[in-house]
Every structure is written in C-alpha cells, then in structure tokens.
Nanobody, 118 residues
C-alpha cells in the first residue's frame, strides 16, 4: 500500500499560480499511474489529471487543459500539479491518488485546500 501526502495548497487570487506536491512512501512510484482529483463544497469528487507510469502520457479534464500540468519525479517519489491562470471555480480540496494495478485508484492522500479569490 502506498501512502500519499499532498502539500502546496493555499489562498491565491484569480489569475495566480500554485504548485501542488504529492509525496509517496511505502513503494516506488516509478511504475504507478498517478492522478489528481478535486472536490468542491457540495460537489462530487472529480478527475483533474493523470500521468501514466511512463511519465510521457498524461490526461486532463477539459476544465483544466492548457492551465494545469501534471508531472512526476520518480527519483523523489513525487508527483506535482502546476496550476496556472487559476479561477475561482478551481477552489476545492485537491487529492493525490495512485493506481498501482492499472485498474482503479486504490490509494488516496488526505487532500490540500486550494482557494482562489475573485
């Protein structure tokens, strides 16, 4: 079982940037698909981005394409989410997740709050 811990959230004005980090322990991430999800108040958790074990293939929700970038550093056992041009609707708790078997997101972090003010 991989343990995940997010950091880097905070309060930022619209148009600003934040970089979220996800540190993993318990196993190496080099062969694991990793993802970011978010949950806004009163809404269901939604997919934001994923990066596959190769590190070259990525996938994004339409709402963040062109603004967010997911990356990984297998040497540091970490995954990142660079968020630019932030909008108030990006306000949510952001969660890091791991899919070690390629079948489902089985490990989750506790989340980090991102608040974008208008």
């Amino acid at each position: 079982q991989v343990q995940l811990a997010e950091s880097g959230g905070g309060l930022v004005q619209a148009g600003g940037s934040l970089r979220l980090s996800c540190a993993a322990s318990g196993r190496t991430l080099s062969s694991v698909t990793m993802g970011w999800f978010r949950q806004a108040p009163g809404k269901e958790r939604e997919f934001v981005a994923a990066i596959y074990w190769s590190g070259t293939n990525t996938n994004y929700a339409d709402s963040v394409k062109g603004r967010f970038t997911i990356s990984r550093d297998n040497g540091k056992n970490a995954v990142y989410l660079q968020m630019n041009s932030l909008k108030p609707e990006d306000t949510a708790v952001y969660y890091c997740a791991a899919d070690p078997t390629g079948t489902h997101w089985s490990s989750w972090g506790r989340g980090t709050q991102v608040t974008v003010s208008s």
